[in-house]
């Protein structure tokens, strides 16, 4: 099912532009930029978004600015990966990129990072430290620091970065912005400088949650370039359930936080008890033990097969600490790489048995917020702690985004993580727009329609069944009036809606919902005598899956189409019994 995601009123394109180059003179941060465009062509792709929408195409992202980490392609523009040595000018922009500009946004520069995006601190960079955006004194994180701060400081209405180790997520939290890294995949890398290509994603970040799964759904699908790229599954759940359960970490699991961080947390905690979710606690050590995987292990050859051999000729532009990283998996053994994978596999087993059951593990993003001058003083140790929570979820294909929470007493941000299995965006997204009390946007874009007008209306007894399938609520409806109502002698009880001509029956009052293909299957397979599934026409026109009953128990059921609505129907046969009462 297509449908086109709810946006806020969009910006005049070229006034966007205007106001965006005049923010980055206020702000001052040069260091956020590694190619900055020059703000005639910037407004010459605006006047061509206006042109469009003018015309009458429909373009989600008209106006909105993107500024793009600089390891991934676009057109035209420098990819230096931070490393001026390094630099090339592409032909083709990223697959993911290209779809968002195709959507009417457009293109602010390129942006700094930690070099060839190893690290989460933002100071590993030629072009210079990038600064945290309300706190300059403290670190922006990393690796795609600039896009996020673009953000943070209002430049940029979207930024797209890469996230192996947390990069799409750290720097979101010690930003308080919104960062979305989907599962494996599903937002393709081509284009993209790799770190380690099989743990590599393409991340959003940007300052509400509907701006940027707006972006991600957009930007989501398998493209033939990259053969790593995925397409949501047909049993895709499409919404987190009513009542969701989250996991938390064992107390043992949190001692790398600092005392600020960790009081934070309690209070996340305590929030989200208080907004109904169900919290229960589980042990992650399996997950931290795998997440030191990503560097203390053979894993960190990955890098080196990226770009290793370029660092090997000692270029001037190399950063050393990552020069270090990578260029010490040179001697890696092919044995040592297997065990790894052999181990990643375990892990991955233990994992999907440690959160069964869950509907997501709320995490700390990272463990605190270090000064630019800690940081210089030790620039491994702290960066290695920035990972704690973060580094395990690549390498174990999950997904998660990352929301700002309540922020620390001195103002400074804190952030957390939703983290659930391959595929489970949506639920993330939902469980997410829950957490910060906005309105769940739509992320995966999939499935079929489907109509009920009974028993599987919210607040009706048949309703856990859609719920359990991750079906999503999309709004109410009104059949055509080509339709009757009757009520069915079944147990729990049920109504029967009636096909027959156009004008001789009544617009009856059901639901719709989005449900994957996969679970509409599920559903049909039980569907129990005398139900049935057909189309059904809705009073704009237009046609959906909905139920109705076999033509027998239609036959002697009590005919209900005066009151035109299965639930009208329940009230006024609650009323009749306390009147007669």
């Known amino acids: 099912m297509t449908t086109h995601p709810d946006t806020t009123v969009q910006p005049i394109p070229t006034d966007r532009v205007h106001a965006a180059y005049q923010r980055i003179a206020e702000t001052d941060r040069?260091?956020?930029?590694?190619?900055?465009?020059?703000?005639?062509?910037?407004?010459?792709?605006?006047?061509?978004?206006?042109?469009?929408?003018?015309?009458?195409?429909?373009l989600p992202l008209a106006g909105l600015l993107v500024a793009v980490k600089d390891n991934i392609d676009v057109a035209g523009l420098p990819t230096t990966a931070a490393c001026p040595d390094f630099v090339y000018t592409p032909d083709t922009t990223a697959a993911a990129v290209q779809r968002l500009i195709d959507a009417g946004a457009i293109i602010l520069g390129k942006t700094n990072l930690d070099q060839f995006a190893t690290g989460l601190v933002g100071t590993r960079s030629p072009y210079g430290a990038v600064r945290n955006a309300n706190h300059?004194?403290?670190?922006?994180?990393?690796?795609?620091?600039?896009?996020?701060?673009?953000?943070?400081?209002?430049?940029?209405?979207?930024?797209?970065?890469?996230?192996?180790?947390?990069?799409?997520?750290?720097?979101?939290?010690?930003?308080?912005?919104?960062?979305?890294?989907?599962?494996?995949?599903?937002?393709?890398?081509?284009?993209?400088?790799?770190?380690?290509?099989?743990?590599?994603?393409?991340?959003?970040?940007?300052?509400?949650?509907?701006?940027?799964?707006?972006?991600?759904?957009?930007?989501?699908?398998?493209?033939?370039?990259?053969?790593?790229?995925?397409?949501?599954?047909?049993?895709?759940a499409l919404a987190a359930p009513e009542q969701p359960t989250l996991a938390i970490p064992a107390p043992a699991n949190l001692t790398d936080l600092s005392v600020g961080y960790h009081d934070a947390f309690e209070q996340t905690i305590e929030a989200c008890a208080t907004a109904g979710f169900k919290i229960d606690t589980v042990d992650i050590t399996v997950l931290l033990e795998a997440a030191r995987l990503l560097y203390d292990g053979a894993i960190v050859v990955e890098r080196y097969a990226a770009v290793g051999e370029f660092l090997a000729t000692t270029p001037p532009s190399a950063d050393?600490?990552?020069?270090?990283?990578?260029?010490?998996?040179?001697?890696?053994?092919?044995?040592?790489?297997?065990?790894?994978?052999?181990?990643?596999?375990?892990?991955?087993?233990?994992?999907?048995?440690?959160?069964?059951?869950?509907?997501?593990?709320?995490?700390?993003?990272?463990?605190?917020?270090?000064?630019?001058?800690?940081?210089?003083a030790d620039p491994v140790t702290i960066n290695t702690r920035m990972g704690t929570y973060t580094n395990f979820c690549n390498l174990l294909d999950?997904?998660?985004?990352?929301?700002?929470?309540?922020?620390?007493?001195?103002?400074?941000?804190?952030?957390?993580?939703?983290?659930?299995?391959?595929?489970?965006?949506q639920v993330l997204i939902d469980l997410a727009a829950r957490l910060t009390h906005t309105t769940a946007p739509l992320l995966v874009d999939h499935g079929v329609a489907l109509a009920v007008f009974g028993a599987h209306l919210r607040g009706q007894p048949l309703h856990h069944q859609l719920d359990k399938l991750g079906a999503r609520y999309l709004r109410d409806i009104r059949t055509s009036d080509a339709y009757r109502l009757t009520a069915l002698a079944t147990t729990p009880p049920k109504p029967g809606l009636i096909r027959t001509s156009p004008g001789r029956g009544a617009s009856i009052q059901g639901e719709l919902y989005q449900l994957s293909e996969a679970g509409l299957g599920r559903f049909l397979a039980v569907l129990p005598t005398p139900m049935a599934l057909t189309s059904v026409e809705l009073d704009d026109g237009s046609t959906v899956v909905g139920f109705t009953a076999t033509h027998d128990a239609t036959t002697a059921a009590i005919d209900i189409t005066e009151h035109g609505s299965w639930t009208r129907y329940l009230a006024h046969r609650t009323a009749q019994r306390k009147d007669h009462h």
């Open 30 to 58: 040069p260091e956020v930029w590694i190619t900055l465009r020059d703000k005639a062509d910037t407004l010459t792709d605006a006047a061509t978004v206006q042109q469009r929408v003018a015309a009458g195409e429909w």
């Open 136 to 236: 300059p004194e403290l670190i922006s994180g990393g690796s795609s620091s600039g896009s996020a701060v673009a953000v943070a400081l209002g430049i940029a209405d979207l930024g797209i970065g890469t996230d192996t180790a947390g990069s799409g997520r750290v720097p979101a939290a010690l930003n308080g912005i919104i960062g979305i890294k989907p599962t494996l995949g599903i937002i393709p890398t081509h284009g993209v400088v790799p770190a380690c290509a099989d743990y590599d994603a393409l991340t959003v970040f940007a300052a509400d949650l509907t701006t940027s799964a707006t972006a991600a759904a957009i930007m989501a699908g398998p493209d033939p370039r990259d053969p790593r790229s995925r397409s949501w599954p047909a049993d895709v």
């Open 320 to 376: 050393p600490t990552v020069t270090a990283i990578i260029t010490a998996a040179r001697d890696t053994t092919g044995a040592g790489f297997a065990a790894d994978l052999n181990s990643l596999v375990y892990a991955r087993a233990a994992a999907a048995d440690l959160l069964a059951g869950f509907d997501a593990l709320l995490l700390p993003t990272t463990t605190e917020h270090p000064t630019l001058a800690a940081v210089a």
């Open 398 to 425: 999950l997904a998660a985004v990352a929301v700002p929470a309540r922020p620390l007493p001195d103002g400074k941000p804190f952030g957390v993580m939703l983290v659930g299995p391959t595929f489970s965006d």
